[in-house]
């Protein structure tokens, strides 16, 4: 039998006006992969903040090893053995890769950080994952998928034997995913336990041993094989009722009409290449391709994140100069959802009122900038009920809510504004099934409703689902655009036939 690591029994935790958990139990086993699944806001982080000495539990047990345990802070439960691996990157940027991995227990000599024997740790943590990064390298200079794989390299150098990653691959391409599992297989057969935290269930059942499932703060499924539930199973058990995937839909779109956005040529200083495309009214138009082919990067330049080095940007068919996000969308009408939302997509520390209405400020605002509090609640109110936000009011601060809300609000403050044009990256990162459906509809009714919409995801199954045409980039390059059948076998063929060409085509 094996080994019992860390188990916790009958955990509460509470917050003003909300119970995020209530009597949920966990067991966690040596060398096993085990899933925690659960819908946002059912209680999956809080849980890890308990686990982690984040928050201490209002009531229930913790046991390590069999001898009950209080965890008082992070550090106190890394010196335990257990380590996490944030969805949202805990790393210093301006330290090198080498020293963020040694972060926590620095090689010393004679009581001083010994610089020169960070590398050989460092390397040997990369290599295990498969990475091949300078160990000076300042983790700034780093994508977001070498991030990513820098944290969980961190978490390797901890010898941690219980291993929490939230979401470990949302910013991972296919190869860098297929690493990963690789280095946690790895990590199970030397004895450790790894809780993997994902929305992506064919994931979860191609990795995990075991799974505990937790709906509304309650464990509804506590530590059992995975093997004796199906895909459906898990669904329902998270969602407490039986739950119908968005299927994929035909849409007209009038591809006679006027373009709303066109890129004509366009180059950037980041290394884009005559690249064009169009976007219609009421036209879903996806960009696909693996992390690091440049499809964010290219809509930041547009919004004046990054210089356009050539060609020519047209925004119903004028040339448009746009040098920030501000100027897109109060001259052009430009909305843009960010795929970082705790960065750069919400304020954290604000209010969920304040975090929607920023971008109507200057149309709600009366005599000498005054903002009239009834009107800024009417509107955030609105746009709350219709997007179906769960929050306690108003007045809680958006870091409080849980991802796919947050996501929500984000949305939120652009369709405040009246966009004309709504410019949406990876909608659905982290977010779990019931919300990703909701968010799908949502996408689609906007588009419905006339609203031009281009689309960034790395989720071939969402690009089927939602994109009337798919512009599949590669290097910073268009490959190729494929219109949408809506079969998943054919479309999924012909987009990793383009990702793999050589030259841009057109299918």
């Not at 040339?319 to 960065?343: D, M, W």
């Amino acid at each position: 039998m094996s080994t019992v690591l860390l188990e916790c029994r009958d955990l509460v935790k509470a917050f003003p006006g909300v119970r995020a958990l209530d009597g949920v139990g966990l067991r966690l086993t040596a060398g096993s992969v085990h899933a925690l699944l659960g819908e946002n806001g059912a209680g999956k982080s809080t849980l890890i903040k308990v686990l982690t000495g984040v928050h201490s539990p209002d009531g229930g047990t913790l046991t390590w090893c069999g001898e009950p345990v209080r965890l008082r802070s992070p550090l106190e439960a890394a010196r335990t053995g257990i380590g996490v691996v944030h969805q949202e990157r805990n790393l210093i940027p301006g330290f090198s890769v080498a020293e963020n991995i040694t972060l926590q227990k620095p090689p010393a000599r004679r009581g001083l950080v010994d610089y020169a024997a960070m590398t050989e740790p460092a390397v040997a943590c990369l290599a295990e994952l498969g990475v091949d990064l300078a160990p000076a390298r300042p983790v700034r200079e780093l994508s977001v998928a070498q991030q990513q794989l820098v944290e969980i390299a961190k978490a390797l150098y901890t010898e941690s034997r219980v291993l929490l990653l939230d979401e470990p691959t949302a910013s991972l391409s296919p190869e860098e995913t297929d690493r990963l599992f690789e280095a946690v297989r790895r990590l199970a057969g030397r004895g450790a336990c790894v809780v993997f935290v994902s929305h992506k269930l064919e994931e979860v059942f191609a990795l995990c041993d075991t799974v505990t499932v937790l709906r509304d703060g309650k464990s509804v499924l506590e530590s059992a094989p995975l093997a004796d539930h199906s895909h459906d199973d898990v669904v329902s058990l998270m969602v407490g009722r039986a739950h119908t995937a968005a299927e994929p839909r035909p849409r007209t779109v009038d591809r006679s009409a006027a373009p709303v956005l066109e890129l004509d040529g366009v180059a950037t200083s980041c290394g884009h290449r005559d690249i064009s495309l169009a976007v219609r009214p009421g036209e879903i138009v996806g960009l696909y391709g693996l992390v690091g082919a440049g499809r964010s990067e290219l809509v930041k330049a547009v919004l004046g994140l990054d210089r356009i080095t050539a060609g020519e940007v047209r925004v119903h068919g004028r040339p448009a100069r746009i040098g920030s996000p501000r100027q897109a969308l109060h001259e052009f009408g430009i909305g843009y959802v960010t795929e970082n939302r705790k960065e750069e997509g919400v304020f954290l520390d604000q209010p969920i009122v304040r975090n929607i209405t920023v971008t109507v400020w200057k149309r709600l605002a009366r005599a000498l900038g005054f903002v009239p509090a009834g009107e800024e609640r009417a509107v955030a109110q609105d746009l709350v009920d219709r997007l179906g936000i769960r929050i306690t009011g108003l007045a809680q601060n958006a870091g409080e809510l849980s991802g796919g809300n947050q996501q929500k609000v984000s949305l939120a403050k652009w369709l405040a504004a009246d966009t004309r044009l709504l410019v949406v990256d990876e909608p659905t990162v982290g977010v779990d099934v019931r919300t990703k459906r909701a968010f799908h509809e949502l996408i689609r009714d906007l588009a419905d409703g006339g609203l031009p919409i281009l689309l960034i995801s790395s989720d071939l199954a969402e690009m089927v689902t939602l994109a009337d045409r798919v512009v599949v980039m590669t290097d910073h390059r268009v490959r190729g655009e494929v219109d949408n059948d809506r079969d998943y076998d054919r479309m999924s063929g012909r987009i990793i036939r383009l990702i793999h060409a050589r030259d841009g085509a057109r299918s």
